[in-house]
T-cell receptor, first 113, second 110 residues
Framework: GQSLEQPSEVTAVEGAIVQINCTYQ??????LSWYQQHDGGAPTFLSY????GLEETGRFSSFLSRSDSYGYLLLQELQMKDSASYFC??????????????FGAGTQVVVTP | DVKVTQSSRYLVKRTGEKVFLECVQD?????MFWYRQDPGLGLRLIYF???????EKGDIPEGYSVSREKKERFSLILESASTNQTSMYLC?????????FGSGTRLTVV
């Protein structure tokens, strides 16, 4: 069956580093993306990895290993505003313009002072 | 920036009612989606559309239908609302690797 596994909750203090792991088993794989969602808000796009390796965008980095069906999102220099849910999502369709995604259940990140 | 607008933030409907959820995007995206979000289950795809009048079932289409008469507008229809359809509904549109979501409609069926 299809599944994406990620931890349900992670707690860390301001300034720390948090790594959210995501393992996947899907019918197709054309990329792994990450979304952030604050309480009551819409999910917002953070990053996308189609190829193996690390992608860095400011304080956030995302990593992919296709051979291990595994990726992670790294949040550095944690700030209180980073408290949110983070979802990994696998693109299952090969066509460039399609966005059919399979989502994980989400990881609640709690940042404490 | 892409703007995806959902017509209602909160809705309360009665069991058996026909419910319409409306979504409009302003970036001329071909692809649009309806997801529902429930605690512990993440986002699950109900239907998607890759062109006007074209639609494909997602993972949980039962009890729902969709309509896309214009490129910018994608409607989700609950033919006969039931209490197990109480949920947060998210509309989205996409271009290539990025999906942009609306703010969601929290639907309660009583």
């Amino acid at each position: 069956g299809q599944s994406l596994e990620q931890p349900s909750e992670v707690t860390a203090v301001e300034g720390a580093i948090v790594q959210i792991n995501c393992t996947y088993q899907t019918s197709g794989f054309y990329g792994l993306s990450w979304y952030q969602q604050h309480d009551g808000g819409a999910p917002t796009f953070l990053s996308y990895n189609a190829l193996d390796g690390l992608e860095e965008t400011g304080r956030f980095s995302s990593f992919l290993s296709r051979s291990d069906s595994y990726g992670y999102l790294l949040l550095q220099e944690l700030q209180m505003k980073d408290s949110a849910s983070y979802f990994c999502a696998v693109r299952e369709t090969p066509t460039d313009s399609w966005g059919k995604l399979q989502f994980g259940a989400g990881t609640q990140v709690v940042v404490t002072p | 920036d892409v703007k995806v607008t959902q017509s209602s933030r909160y809705l309360v409907k009665r069991t058996g009612e026909k419910v319409f959820l409306e979504c409009v995007q302003d970036m001329d995206h071909e692809n649009m989606f309806w997801y529902r979000q429930d605690p512990g289950l993440g986002l699950r795809l109900i239907y998607f559309s890759y062109d006007v009048k074209m639609k494909e079932k997602g993972d949980i289409p039962e009890g729902y239908s969709v309509s896309r008469e214009k490129k910018e507008r994608f409607s989700l229809i609950l033919e006969s609302a039931s209490t197990n359809q109480t949920s947060m509904y998210l509309c989205a549109s996409s271009l290539k690797m990025r999906v942009d979501f609306g703010s969601g409609t929290r639907l309660t069926v009583v």
